[in-house]
């Protein structure tokens, strides 16, 4: 679709000429292709907010244009109006014409009823204020508002100013050149949007999302880099071979590593009391799992002699090492704990929600939830015949707040 006039063209006719064509468009309903070119340039210029109700006054809004009763204003429903207005220069160029006029643009107006949207701030910005190719390529869908209405500032930042006449000159080009055709439309969309957002320093930040496919290693320094501020003390007292740290560059926390076959306990730690900023636990799920089986996980762990076992005793192995990273962490210190549900005992056993409670009654406050999906799909046993119930091949990353 070739460009249509600008919003700001001017129009031979005077705006009552204009008003008279107008209302005997719409009470004829001629067919926009039939409508002379100077009817068209007297809408895309906004006639209409040159004109004056029976009290002598501007009006304020299209809407009270399209109300008002001939031969003033259309006398006609503004939805109706506005339907023919998009089928003669299409939705977004109607969107240009049918916005107010800014304080700026007419002073002596009177002010609307109610308050202006940001919405219809932006659409005024570009209509009074951005340069003709940027218009032209919002109307043809082109560019964003958002982007467009950068176009419509009073000045550009000193550092966009190369950029943005740089812009100007592309899209007057490609304006002269004429639009592609529909298939490379999207294409050049992404690229421009993105090109503005460049220009004037706003392209998109980077977030951290709950949810991360991969590994440990993936997901610890994304959750560091959102609770734990660099130089900070960070104990990891399950550090075993140290694989979530593989993507921490070394120097960025004081790391202090140890776990079991070290000689550390993670429920008694050689550390003073308050001394931590952040601890990062990671204890075996299940009793079955990470290599240990469960006479393994007793011997290790000594939790069969405390009168535990199956999903109670990780449960207790939990508590237990939370209980003494509360005592190492200094007040609003950050405790990462690595968990995932389990079935066990014919039982389905949310572990991460009966930690969540736990940590929550021993002191901890709950800040965030993190899931980690593998990449891969899990391992099964050979002699598997009937799945009853989903194989879990996520985990849970659970972040707590020390009191």
Not at 1 to 17: D, F, I, N, Q
Request: aromatic share 8%; with cysteine; glycine share 8%.
């Amino acid at each position: 679709m070739a460009p249509t006039a600008h919003v700001k063209a001017g129009y031979e006719s005077s705006p009552l000429e204009w008003r008279a064509t107008f209302q005997g468009a719409l009470l004829t309903e001629t067919e926009p292709a039939a409508l002379h070119q100077d009817l068209v340039a007297g809408i895309t210029g906004r006639a209409w907010s040159s004109l004056e109700d029976a009290r002598g006054r501007r009006f304020r809004t299209f809407d009270e244009f399209c109300r008002t009763d001939l031969p003033l204003g259309l006398g006609s429903d503004p939805h109706k109006v506005r339907a023919f207005l998009e089928r003669l220069v299409g939705q977004r160029r109607a969107k240009l014409i049918l916005v107010s006029a800014s304080a700026q643009g007419a002073r002596d107006l009177p002010k609307v009823g109610r308050r202006s949207t940001r919405r219809d701030d932006r659409v005024r910005a570009i209509a009074e204020r951005a340069p003709a190719p940027i218009v032209e390529l919002y109307c043809n869908d082109l560019l964003g508002a958002k982007e467009a209405e950068r176009f419509g500032r009073r000045r550009y930042p000193a550092d966009a100013e190369k950029g943005a006449q740089r812009f100007l000159r592309r899209a007057e080009r490609l304006l002269h050149r004429g639009l592609p055709i529909p298939a490379a439309r999207d294409a050049l969309r992404r690229e421009l949007n993105s090109e503005v957002r460049s220009i004037f320093g706003t392209t998109q930040p980077q977030i951290t999302c709950s949810a991360v496919v991969g590994t440990n290693a993936d997901l610890l320094p994304q959750i560091l880099a959102l609770y734990v501020k660099p130089k900070s003390r960070v104990v990891d007292v399950t550090y075993g071979r140290g694989v979530f740290w593989r993507d921490v560059p070394a120097g960025t926390y004081d790391l202090l590593g140890s776990d079991l076959i070290d000689g550390v306990d993670c429920r008694e730690l050689p550390y003073e009391d308050t001394s931590v900023d952040c601890v990062v636990l990671d204890p075996p799920y299940k009793r079955n799992g990470d290599g240990l089986g469960a006479a393994d996980f007793g011997a290790y762990y000594r939790n069969h002699e405390r009168g535990t076992s199956g999903h109670g005793s990780v449960l207790a192995l939990y508590r237990a090492a939370a209980k003494e990273a509360l005592r190492v962490l200094k007040r609003r210190g950050i405790l990462i704990t690595k968990c995932q549900d389990e079935y066990a005992s014919g039982k389905q056993r949310w572990t991460h929600i009966e930690l969540m409670g736990e940590f929550e009654k021993m002191g901890f406050r709950s800040e965030d939830l993190f899931v980690l999906v593998q990449h891969q799909t899990p391992m099964v046993n050979l002699n598997f015949k009937t799945q009853r119930h989903a194989r879990k091949n996520h985990s849970f990353a659970l972040v707590h707040r020390k009191r």
